[in-house]
């Protein structure tokens, strides 16, 4: 058993982690990157499509690219990574358990970072009737399959969900010769950005049937059809709309989960709606020294969001472990109110200088509509002009030491319609 001691020990070496490493080391702290996978840059790899980096680099980066570029970064830092390194246990006290190829290692952290990211919800998560043939995938590992290990999932593809994996799935299958007979989607609208639904479906002439979900495989050895049924308002089947479809593939793109197993073992209060941590203004989870971001914390839409998250939650993780962080004042919760869903954010300081991003969700897509922010009675922010919301676009919303000044009460979160 080896023994290591490190100021900031980062648990994922995708965006999220590599983006805190790099922010952490340039505050002056050591750092170690703990990455199960045999390379670094996580889900990026398998991404070989276009559209990332135009925030962050401000321009167009295929996901390996702007993978590499962190991946360089953290080299070029100093950043130690530890690869093949699965993680086995944290503690409250930041002790970190892990195993790879030269045995057991325990890292004695300062602080740690939560960088560990999400895994898709599979058939069971949703419990689709019917047989249980070959030929069922998520829509992230038919796109590992494809642009990494150059197998062909099918020839004839389903896909259940308008997830963005599941939008750009169609297109990456289409442009290998693979049929793909159409997008069914649960929800009276779509889940993707929709930049993904023109480039990936209308450009290709690939339909999108929305109130619509799978509700049988059929199949022996392999998928044979899938029936596809319409739902009503309250998304039950609506009998006699059954439609069989010939194909000998499914893809699911029905969400995604935090990776919050070792969280829990951390003792890390997680937010029932995005099943990831509750955190503070700083990223800070419930268990002190212990921090989140990305995926992991709250699923994002954007990369580039990932990584700006990341740098903020890398450096405060070194703040907090070289004793640099200033002490917490006053804080007020943060809440939501219908129809968001969430905030991001759970808790602020109220007395510090520095600005305060909130990030939240709506639950569903609202067409004329202005951010509402109330603490009891008083109205600390309204935006100026309304705009549409949508469940699959982000929302942030700067608050400054002027906003929060004498803000006593919980802040309320919400979107009003005009």
Do not use: W
Not at 42 to 49: A, F, P, V
Not at 149 to 154: D, H, I, M
Not at 250 to 276: D, F, H, M
């Amino acid at each position: 058993m080896k023994v290591l001691e490190y100021d900031v020990v980062i648990i994922g070496g995708g965006p999220a982690g590599l983006g805190a490493a790099v922010e952490a080391k340039k505050k002056g702290a050591s750092v170690a990157v703990l990455e199960r996978n045999d390379e670094l840059g996580g889900i990026l790899n398998q991404c070989i499509h276009s559209g990332f980096g135009l925030q962050y680099f401000k321009e167009e980066l295929t996901g390996p690219e702007y993978a590499e570029l962190f991946i360089d970064k953290a080299q070029e830092a100093g950043v130690d990574c530890f690869l093949k390194t699965m993680v086995l246990d944290i503690t409250a006290e930041r002790q970190v358990t892990a195993i790879n190829e030269e045995g057991t290692l325990i890292f004695k952290a300062g602080a740690v970072v939560l960088a560990m990211g999400c895994r898709e919800r599979t058939r069971g998560a949703i419990k689709i009737p019917g047989s249980r043939p070959a030929g069922v995938f998520t829509a992230g590992l038919a796109q590992r399959y494809v642009n990494m290990e150059n197998f062909k999932p099918g020839n004839k593809v389903v896909i259940l969900g308008s997830g963005d994996i599941g939008l750009i799935m169609a297109r990456r299958l289409t442009l290998e010769g693979i049929e793909v007979a159409g997008v069914y989607e649960l929800m009276p609208y779509p889940n993707g950005l929709y930049r993904n639904i023109k480039n990936c479906l209308d450009d290709f002439g690939i339909p999108l049937h929305l109130s619509t979900t799978v509700t049988r495989i059929n199949g022996h050895d392999r998928v044979e059809s899938i029936e596809v049924t319409q739902v009503d308002e309250n998304l039950q089947p609506i009998a006699g709309t059954e439609e069989v479809i010939p194909c000998d593939t499914l893809l699911l793109s029905i969400g995604l989960i935090p990776e919050n197993e070792l969280s829990k073992k951390a003792g890390v209060a997680l937010n029932p709606i995005t099943n990831g941590p509750l955190v503070d203004g700083t990223l800070e989870t419930s268990v002190p020294g212990i921090f989140a971001c990305g995926n992991v914390l709250h699923v994002h839409d954007l990369v580039d969001n990932v990584t700006m998250e990341a740098e903020e939650a890398g450096a405060n993780a070194a703040d907090y472990a070289k004793g640099q962080r200033e002490a917490a004042g006053k804080t007020v919760a943060v809440k939501p109110q219908a129809p968001v869903r969430y905030t991001v954010p759970s808790k602020i300081a109220v007395d510090q200088e520095a600005a305060v991003i909130v990030k939240f969700r709506v639950g569903s897509p609202i067409e004329n509509a202005k951010t509402v922010i109330t603490s009891g009675d008083t109205l600390v922010f309204e935006s100026r002009k309304a705009k549409k919301y949508l469940p699959s676009i982000m929302e942030e919303v700067k608050l400054t030491a002027a906003h929060l000044e004498d803000v006593t009460e919980p802040l309320v979160v919400t979107v009003k319609e005009v």
